[in-house]
């Protein structure tokens, strides 16, 4: 059984509509992946240091932000996306997924506007805030358009293509950084911010464009604007039975929710939405203590304090290396399933930062102003190699994988909010980890100096990781978002949830109720 885009036979309609729009909507992990790399090599400019250096010194004796105005211009962006995640979805459910992503791009444009002006700290850390606002914002809905629109059978590689458009957009922002850091002028830092004007502005125009979900329509009791909706994602007329038989089970699912009362953020924690919640914000935390974003925020600063004369082109190379791999991880979500690609991906990435941390750490010193000595050129080019094997097992597995899974675990009933949530929880880390890199990485008073030795904590994680997937991930390959509701209230232990197939619909439980049967809390049954 192979994957591939040709849709199942017996499905019937076009399915290649609702791929197109989920891929383009995917488009928005161009934007996210690209702010949030370029500030790496921004910091690294020479220029940009003399321009924003409030008189600081570096252990080459250049003039440089400190480690604490460093580490505040790269965790403001992540404090913006935090607080735009956990907005993203009453955004989304008051103005929908589709407007709420056209919104977004508006609240980024402004960040970015800020940013190409500033000429010191301050405007600039505004800047940096309102675009990570933006980026919450549409981090946190997209995925969620992504799973609202998406055919059962390929859902997992829309949604994964997420993480592959945000492997491009980190790229992206290293050619445009390689291609300005010399530039002895404004130019060097404006030009790649600047360039983000057309990342947003494709977004919107697409946006205006394209359809809403059928189940925010769903949500909203608009039952016509629904079957218009799904119709044009499968090319069918709105009045053909498969148009019908799922939409009636999208409602009947929505129905039987709302019986069990509105919806408020309390609801996430109740039954066995909490397992789900705490599933998904484990898992898009865990995604951040992999060290990912160490690589992409501090990679170019890092390899450059390491010993390597060209610093911008190993970073390159590096999220090459990511978009790269993020390919073969798009075909085996929906052909090996979640759970193993996510338990051995965590397997290699484990094994990659250990060695890492220990070839670092014994080949290289330092001397008395902090300069990093290389003992042995051919174990640190060993080590960055294994850097790039840690970034391919990353990208095949935890990278798209963590946004497939969080995007379809949720009933429709919270799921705007549950996203928000745990998405939240993936920026709050990012937060946590830009912030405390400089204090553990770099020299000098108040500063842990860990140097490589800090792959030893990404290490750590990483098998924590492999105990995460083994006990508390769900197998929803081939699943439709209704069964996946099914699943959780069914099978209590997600180690049994593999080969599990559903026996009940939700229009067959709203039947019952209509005739008086008892019916089962499928929601809010055992956690």
């Known amino acids: 059984m192979g994957l591939s885009l040709k849709k199942p036979e017996g499905v019937p309609g076009k399915s290649w ?261 705490l599933t998904g914000c484990f898992l898009q935390s865990l995604q951040q203590l992999t060290g990912i974003n160490f690589i992409f925020y501090y990679g170019t600063q890092f390899f450059k304090n390491s010993g390597f004369s060209d610093s911008f082109l190993i970073s390159l190379i590096t999220n090459l290396v990511n978009v790269v791999s993020t390919l073969p991880g798009l075909y085996a979500i929906d052909k090996w399933g979640r759970r193993p690609v996510l338990f051995w991906g965590a397997v290699g990435m484990c094994v990659c930062q250990f060695i890492v941390a220990i070839v670092g750490t014994t080949t290289t010193g330092q001397d008395a102003d902090g300069m990093i000595i290389v003992h042995n050129l051919a174990a640190q080019k060993a080590a960055i190699a294994f850097i790039c094997f840690y970034i391919f097992f990353f990208a095949a597995s935890w990278g798209p994988v963590a946004w497939v899974v969080t995007g379809e675990i949720f009933p429709l009933k919270v799921r705007a909010k549950s996203l928000s949530i745990t998405t939240a929880s993936n920026w709050l880390l990012n937060w946590a980890i830009s912030y405390s890199t400089p204090y553990l990485v770099n020299y000098g008073p108040g500063n842990a100096n860990l140097q490589s030795k800090i792959f030893f904590i990404w290490g750590g994680c990483c098998f924590i990781c492999i105990a995460f997937v083994y006990f508390m991930i769900y197998e929803t390959k081939g699943l439709t978002l209704e069964q996946v509701d099914e699943l959780y209230a069914e099978v209590s232990d997600a180690r049994k949830s593999i080969g599990w197939v559903p026996t009940i619909t939700f229009r067959e439980i709203r039947e019952e109720k209509k005739v008086g049967d008892p019916v089962v809390d499928a929601t809010e049954e055992a956690a």
């Open 17 to 277: 509509p609702a791929i197109v729009i989920g891929l383009f909507v995917a488009f928005g992990g161009v934007l996210f992946g690209y702010d949030t790399s370029t500030i790496g090599g921004i910091l690294a400019m020479p220029y940009w240091q003399d321009l924003f250096s409030t008189g600081y010194r570096n252990p080459s004796h250049h003039l440089d932000v400190t480690a604490s105005q460093s580490a505040t211009i790269v965790s403001i962006l992540s404090a913006g996306t935090f607080f735009g995640a956990l907005g993203a979805a009453p955004l989304a459910d008051w103005a929908g997924r589709r407007l709420g992503l056209i919104l977004s791009s508006f609240v980024f444009i402004f960040g970015v506007i800020l940013q190409t002006a500033a000429v010191s700290i301050p405007l600039f850390l505004a800047g940096q805030f309102f675009a990570g606002l933006g980026v919450g914002l549409i981090s946190a809905t997209i995925p969620l358009y992504q799973s609202e629109t998406a055919p059962k059978w390929i859902r997992g590689v829309i949604v994964g293509s997420y993480q592959l458009a945000i492997t491009i957009g980190l790229l992206l922002a290293s050619i445009v950084n390689n291609a300005t850091h010399d530039m002895q002028n404004t130019g060097c830092y404006r030009i790649p911010i600047a360039v983000q004007f057309a990342w947003a502005i494709i977004l919107i125009i697409g946006m205006i464009i394209l359809p809403e979900t059928p189940r925010f329509h769903i949500k909203k009791d608009n039952l016509p604007a629904a079957t218009k909706s799904l119709a044009i994602l499968r090319r069918l007329e709105q009045s053909h039975p498969a148009i019908i038989e799922e939409l009636s089970e999208i409602q009947a699912n929505h129905e039987y929710e709302k019986s069990l009362g509105e919806a408020t953020y309390l609801d996430c924690l109740k039954g066995n939405l909490l397992k789900r919640l």
